[in-house]
């Protein structure tokens, strides 16, 4: 995915932290025919996961990697906010 990466760089407005306001990071899940099928008949997470996913759902981990590839974030607050660091 292109994009601009960027690190935040403090300042007084921000109280050195390099970002202001805030972001959600989403996720939304679309009910198909296909996946209420498999939740009726108990399939396991992962499957779930999977059909979700390629029917469009984007997780809130892809949504904070397009934010950052937008240079609207950093790479390292996505990581901080999924608590993958």
């Known amino acids: 995915m292109p994009?601009?990466?960027r690190r935040a760089v403090g300042c007084r407005a921000?109280?050195?932290t390099g970002f202001r306001g805030?972001?959600?990071l989403t996720e939304?899940?679309?009910m198909t025919p296909e996946l209420s099928a498999a939740l009726r008949r108990g399939a396991p997470v992962d499957e779930l996961r999977a059909i979700a996913i390629r029917q469009g759902t984007v997780t809130p981990a892809a949504d904070g990697f397009r934010r950052a590839a937008a240079g609207r974030t950093t790479l390292g607050e996505v990581a901080?906010?999924?608590?993958?660091r």
Request: charged share 25%.
């Open 3 to 5: 994009g601009r990466f």
């Open 22 to 24: 805030r972001g959600l």
């Open 28 to 30: 939304s899940l679309e």
């Open 80 to 84: 901080r906010v999924l608590g993958l």
């Open 14 to 16: 921000c109280g050195q």
